[in-house]
């Protein structure tokens, strides 16, 4: 008699695991999410990302994603449009007869939520940052804060990134199943990708603001602070790197970014799909959003050795302890920003030094990208009956 076959590693039974992962935009899934697409890949899940298509729609389906284009209107409010994404979503989901479903951002968490229960798929929503809805004052935020309230019944579970976000939610009543919250604490960073680098030796010193370039995240007040400061430390650059106009109401132009750039005030570096080497060349990760999730530009830099400065905002304050890994000051401040700034620059090189390696010890505590998978591995084994 024949003794059984050995179990295949990853998956627990014989039948193929099917993951979606839906975002307004592929670029996030790619550049924040590349250790989940991996650790589903190997285990020979099959990955779908729905979301508007980019240039990352290549290289993730060279990492064997299969990719679907998603009308998303990211700046709009027409609910025509937002009615087209969610039938949109609901054929996909019936198409492809997935296990689950994990959505980020606003509108995915809110009409993909919605989509996939019509579509009797288990679904999970990741708030990766608040945005708008509690930054602005606005209709189109109390819009947004009723749809959340109406949407977030239907999830299996919703993830929060940071603890002022959950409680948000809950003060406001925004959860219809309060108990189905779980707090995530950031999505992590792979600590061996982003690896310790020694802070760069020499006279001129360089602040980078890495990100999409939006007036919410602080850039404004980043170029003015620039603007204060550039006479009193001539050696210092002022650098801008992440994509411009994008599809967000905060969205800076391409043609402000160069009015900046006549003045001299900053450099803008560009888009990259890498930003380790931008962050190596960095003396100090500068981020003065208004509000976040847990910004992964900060984990990143900080696993990296760069002391940061940024905003006393949620998320922000869940990576930076003021005066251990870097700089808090307060939000909406250019002169605050300018200050701080300067005290990073007024700051022998010796404690920058130490600042450094005390964020990198932080992000190994705190931030490990494997502790995150697991929480994924173990919401798909209760959903699915199998894991990867």
């Given at each position: ?71 998303v209107a990211s700046k709009g409010t027409n609910p025509l449009n ?307």
């Amino acid at each position: 008699m024949n003794s059984p076959a050995p179990p295949v590693p990853g998956l627990t039974d014989t039948r193929r695991l099917h993951v979606a992962l839906v975002c307004n935009t592929a670029w996030a899934i790619y550049t924040y999410r590349q250790g989940l697409l991996r650790a589903l890949n190997a285990a020979g899940a099959q990955v779908t990302v729905i979301a508007p298509r980019d240039r990352t729609f290549e290289p993730l389906a060279a990492m064997g994603c299969n990719c679907i284009d998603l009308p998303v209107a990211s700046k709009g409010t027409n609910p025509l449009n937002d009615l087209r994404t969610l039938l949109a979503l609901v054929k996909h989901y019936r198409a492809l007869k997935l296990d689950v479903v994990f959505h980020y951002t606003i509108k995915p968490n809110i009409y993909g939520s919605v989509a996939a229960w019509l579509a009797r798929v288990p679904s999970v929503a990741v708030t990766t940052g608040l945005g708008y809805v509690f930054i602005q004052k606005s209709r189109a935020a109390l819009v947004a804060k009723r749809l959340y309230r109406f949407a977030f019944r239907f999830p299996r579970e919703i993830w929060f990134l940071n603890r002022d976000d959950e409680t948000a939610f809950k003060q406001e009543n925004l959860l219809a199943h309060p108990e189905r919250a779980r707090l995530l604490h950031g999505e992590g960073v792979d600590l061996d990708e982003y690896a310790f680098a020694p802070l760069p030796e020499r006279d001129a010193f360089a602040f980078v603001l890495i990100g999409r370039l939006l007036w919410d995240k602080g850039v404004g007040e980043y170029v003015e602070a620039a603007r204060q400061l550039r006479s009193r430390y001539p050696h210092t650059r002022f650098c801008l790197l992440g994509p411009v106009g994008v599809d967000n109401p905060s969205a800076i132009t391409r043609e402000e970014v160069a009015a900046w750039e006549r003045e001299g005030v900053i450099e803008y570096l560009g888009d990259t799909t890498d930003v380790r080497p931008y962050i190596a060349d960095a003396d100090c990760v500068v981020l003065p959003s208004y509000r976040e999730g847990v910004p992964r530009t900060l984990m990143e830099a900080s696993a990296m050795g760069r002391p940061i400065v940024a905003t006393d905002v949620p998320g922000c304050r869940e990576v930076v302890t003021d005066g251990e890994n870097g700089l808090l000051c307060p939000a909406r401040d250019c002169g605050s920003l300018a200050s701080t700034l300067a005290r990073m620059l007024d700051m022998p090189p010796a404690v920058r030094a130490a600042m450094a390696k005390r964020g990198r010890i932080k992000i190994e505590r705190e931030f490990d990208e494997k502790v995150v998978i697991q929480r994924y591995r173990e919401l798909v084994a209760e959903v699915a009956g199998t894991t990867f």
